[in-house]
C-alpha cells in the first residue's frame, strides 16, 4: 500500500469510523426490538431483501446504489446511511446529522415525521442479433480490459439465454444512469510493415494508440434513427441529474464569460458585463439540468459528438420518454449505475425507458 502511494493508517482510520458508525445503525435498530440481519456487500442477494420488510445501507451513494439495485418491490423502502461525511458526499442518503444520531431517524420515522419519495428507475430492454442478456456484476470483480471482455464471453457461454432475440428485459433498474459506449475508448492498435534489405525480409512491428469511438443509431422518443459517433451516452434519471450527468454537461463560469463577451462584441448584449451577471447566467443553465427524482422522464447526453458529413447529432442533449439505440460496435458494454454490465455490441438494440411500477421507495424526513 505504501509504494502505491496509499496512507495505511490513514485507510485503518476510515475503515475504524465505517464500523463504528455501522454498529451504531445496528445497535440502535436492536435497541428498539427490530430484528436485523447485517450482511456484507457479497453476502446481499434476492434471498436477504425478500426477508427484510426494509432495507438499510450503510455507506455512501455507491453502497445505496447497490442496496437498491436488488430491490425490485415498489413499497419496500430503501434507507441510505453515510457512514463516512467526511469522505462520502451522500446525496442518497440521510442527512449527515443523523450519521452519529440514528435513533433520532427512527423516532422521527415513528412519529410520522417523514414523507415518502418515489425515486424513479430506468428499466431496459435488449433484443436483435447475438445479444447476451447476462449481467457481469462490476462490484464483485475489478477487471482489466482483457479480463472484463472474457468476462462477458464466459458468461455467454454458460447461459443459453443468449440464442434470445428479445425484447427481453433486464433484471435490474437504473436509479441514477445508464451508460453505453466502447469498453476503451483509446487503445493499443499493432501494424506491421514489411521491409526488404539486402533482399531479406523483415516485419517489424509498430503500436500506436487509437482512438475508436462509439458507433451507434439512435431514436429519441420513437423519433427518426440518426447514425452517431461518440464517446458514449448517458441517459439519467432525476436522481442521476445530480450525478455524471450534471458533470458532462455543466458549464464553467470562464467559458459563459467568454461568450458573453463574444455576444458584446457583435452588440447582442447591450447590459453591463460584470461578475455577478456572468455567475447568474452559469447557475441558472447548471440548475436547469436538475430535476426532481420523483419525475417520470429522462435526461439523455451524448458526451463528445463526432459531426461532419456523414455523422450528425440533431440533439446533444434533452428529456425523453423513451430512448433506443441500436449498437455498431465492436467491444461495447451497457453499464447500469456503474455496477453492472451488459455486452452491447453490434446487432444489439437497446430501449431505455422509465416505467412508474419501477419507482424505488425512499423516505425524506422532516427537519
Given at each position: 500500500l505504501a509504494l502505491k502511494g496509499s496512507n495505511y493508517a490513514g485507510l485503518l482510520e476510515r475503515h475504524r469510523i465505517h464500523t463504528k458508525s455501522v454498529e451504531h445503525v445496528v445497535d440502535s435498530l436492536r435497541n428498539e426490538r427490530i430484528e436485523v440481519r447485517l450482511v456484507k456487500r457479497r453476502e446481499y442477494n434476492e434471498e436477504t431483501v425478500r426477508w427484510a420488510d426494509a432495507v438499510i445501507s450503510a455507506g455512501g451513494d455507491g453502497t445505496m446504489l447497490l442496496a437498491a439495485s436488488k430491490v425490485f418491490d415498489k413499497f419496500k423502502p430503501v434507507i441510505g446511511v453515510n457512514t463516512d461525511p467526511e469522505r462520502s458526499e451522500g446525496h442518497l442518503c440521510l442527512p449527515v446529522r443523523y450519521t452519529h444520531a440514528f435513533p433520532e431517524a427512527l423516532q422521527k420515522l415513528y412519529r410520522g415525521e417523514f414523507r415518502w419519495q418515489w425515486r424513479q428507475r430506468i428499466r431496459l430492454y435488449l433484443e436483435g442479433t447475438g445479444i447476451n442478456p447476462i449481467p457481469v456484476d462490476l462490484h464483485e470483480q475489478q477487471l482489466s480490459q482483457e479480463q472484463y471482455s472474457r468476462a462477458h464471453i464466459n458468461e455467454r457461454f454458460q447461459d443459453q439465454r443468449s440464442d434470445v432475440s428479445g425484447p427481453h428485459l433486464l433484471p435490474v433498474r437504473a436509479l441514477n444512469e445508464v451508460f453505453i459506449g466502447e469498453s476503451l475508448s483509446s487503445r493499443y492498435a499493432v501494424c506491421s510493415v514489411l521491409f526488404r534489405e539486402n533482399f531479406k525480409s523483415c516485419k517489424p512491428s509498430f503500436k500506436f494508440s487509437l482512438h475508436r469511438a462509439s458507433y451507434y443509431e439512435i431514436s429519441v422518443d420513437d423519433g427518426p434513427w440518426e447514425k452517431q459517433k461518440s464517446s458514449g451516452l448517458n441517459v439519467c434519471t432525476g436522481t442521476g441529474s445530480k450525478a455524471w450527468s450534471?458533470?458532462?454537461?455543466?458549464?464553467?463560469?470562464?467559458?459563459?464569460?467568454?461568450?458573453?463577451?463574444?455576444?458584446?462584441?457583435?452588440?447582442?448584449?447591450?447590459?453591463?458585463?460584470?461578475?455577478?451577471?456572468?455567475?447568474?447566467?452559469?447557475?441558472?443553465?447548471?440548475?436547469?439540468?436538475?430535476?426532481?427524482?420523483?419525475?417520470?422522464?429522462?435526461?439523455?447526453?451524448?458526451?463528445?459528438?463526432?459531426?461532419?458529413?456523414?455523422?450528425?447529432?440533431?440533439?446533444?442533449?434533452?428529456?425523453?420518454?423513451?430512448?433506443?439505440?441500436?449498437?455498431?460496435?465492436?467491444?461495447?458494454?451497457?453499464?447500469?449505475?456503474?455496477?453492472?454490465?451488459?455486452?452491447?455490441?453490434?446487432?444489439?438494440?437497446?430501449?431505455?425507458?422509465?416505467?412508474?411500477?419501477?419507482?424505488?421507495?425512499?423516505?425524506?424526513?422532516?427537519?
Open positions: 450534471y458533470n458532462i454537461n455543466k458549464v464553467a463560469h470562464q467559458a459563459v464569460e467568454e461568450i458573453l463577451k463574444i455576444a458584446k462584441k457583435h452588440g447582442s448584449l447591450n447590459m453591463p458585463l460584470n461578475t455577478e451577471l456572468v455567475q447568474k447566467v452559469t447557475n441558472d443553465y447548471n440548475e436547469s439540468l436538475l430535476y426532481s427524482p420523483e419525475e417520470p422522464k429522462m435526461f439523455f447526453s451524448i458526451r463528445e459528438p463526432i459531426v461532419n458529413r456523414v455523422f450528425s447529432s440533431s440533439r446533444q442533449r434533452g428529456f425523453s420518454s423513451k430512448v433506443c439505440v441500436r449498437s455498431r460496435c465492436w467491444d461495447a458494454c451497457m453499464v447500469v449505475d456503474g455496477g453492472t454490465s451488459f455486452e452491447f455490441n453490434d446487432g444489439a438494440i437497446a430501449s431505455i425507458m422509465i416505467d412508474t411500477e419501477d419507482a424505488l421507495c425512499t423516505v425524506l424526513l422532516e427537519e
